[in-house]
């Protein structure tokens, strides 16, 4: 009997798979977001409304996942952008190897900006990276203030918070000022911004700040490719 | 339940593990998991008894020591501060707090034979 020491990160290969991920976006200039929820929190409807208002400015493309069906990635082609449809089975979220995987399957070349819709779930897409340059998680108000402090990990790993359906918040009972104050408490670098994707409201802030995102990026993309060549 | 695709990938990795040092068996497996991470202990057993069979891990003792979640204070210069409530603003001065432990999700060691 002999005992061996590992301390090896048991997400070790997921890790690894989501860098090879990220060099094949970084080399073809592709900025990546990865969209996490809660089934039925409006991933896809705030991805709609967000392409929407985009779509004329910036090359965009989805990769959905979802356990069944192929209905999210209808809904997205029908506004006219490539999308992708991961069909999981069973499994409760996405990892590295499912994108990876459909990386050789859906051609990503000539886009500026791939959503990856995660599958429905509060918890477990939370723990995979896929290599993705932004983690975004789309909270549904009407879920109740205090589940950032009870399930903390999304919120937590999560650079932006869209906190959905606030058309709803005068029906629904929940303080938005204390979901908000919740979500800071996990996340205190969390930038959030309250959406309706029903009324339209917030979706000029959101999609403002996402372009200053992507345009910071196109530059830095611009930058380095100079650098490269010699520029 | 991404405890089963996790519980695959330790086993996984203690099996290679095993082959590499020329054991038959393994005894021990030693996990160390932060409560900082969507990890349920008893989701993590249950996928351990499903999958276990049939690998160098059947007779194994699954051990998980859960770290608990802790952090620092850079403005009060406070370390290890025990956090209950998950809230990563210091309850002194408001700064954002460090995580320092609690985050982790490793195999500490293997007992092979």
């Known amino acids: 009997m002999h005992q061996v020491t590992l301390e090896t990160g048991i997400m070790e290969a997921n890790e690894q798979l989501a860098s090879h991920n990220r060099e094949l976006y970084d080399a073809q200039g592709i900025s990546v977001i990865n969209l996490m929820s809660a089934p039925g929190a409006g991933k896809t409807s705030v991805l709609e409304k967000t392409i929407q208002r985009m779509k004329d400015d910036y090359r965009l493309g989805v990769i959905e996942g979802d356990l069944m069906t192929t209905m999210d990635a209808d809904r997205i082609s029908a506004l006219g952008v490539p999308a992708y449809q991961i069909t999981t089975g069973t499994v409760c979220h996405l990892d590295a190897r499912m994108v990876h995987n459909a990386l050789h399957n859906f051609d990503i070349g000539g886009i500026e900006l791939l959503f990856i819709e995660n599958v429905g779930n509060l918890v477990c897409p939370a723990e995979f990276n896929l290599g993705e340059h932004l983690k975004i998680m789309v909270y549904s108000v009407v879920e109740g203030a205090e589940k950032p402090r009870k399930y903390p990990v999304m919120f937590h790993e999560s650079a932006v918070v869209l906190l959905n359906k606030v058309d709803l918040l005068p029906y629904s009972g929940v303080s938005l000022e204390e979901l908000q104050r919740n979500v800071l408490a996990v996340n205190p670098e969390a930038i959030i911004f309250p959406v309706s994707c029903r009324t339209g409201e917030g979706f000029d802030a959101w999609t403002e700040w996402l372009r200053g995102w992507i345009d910071a990026r196109r530059s830095a993309i611009t930058r380095a490719g100079n650098a490269a060549s010699g520029n | ?113």
Do not use: W
Not at chain 2, 20 to 40: C, D, Q, W, Y
Not at chain 2, 70 to 93: G, M, T, V, Y
Not at chain 2, 98 to 110: K, N, P
């Open chain 2, 1 to 113: 339940m991404h405890e089963m695709a996790i519980m695959q990938g330790i086993l996984e990795i203690a099996e290679g593990e095993a082959e590499k040092h020329g054991a038959g068996r393994i005894n021990v497996i030693k996990l160390r998991i932060g409560e900082f991470r969507g990890v349920v202990r008893d989701a993590l057993e249950f996928a351990f008894e499903a999958l276990r069979q049939g690998t160098k891990a059947e007779q194994a003792a699954l051990e998980i020591e859960t770290v608990p979640l802790r952090a620092s204070c850079p403005n009060c210069s406070e370390r290890n501060i025990p956090l209950n409530d998950f809230s990563l603003l210091c309850r002194d001065c408001g700064s954002i707090l460090t995580i320092v432990a609690g985050r982790e999700m490793e195999i500490e060691y293997l007992d092979l034979e």
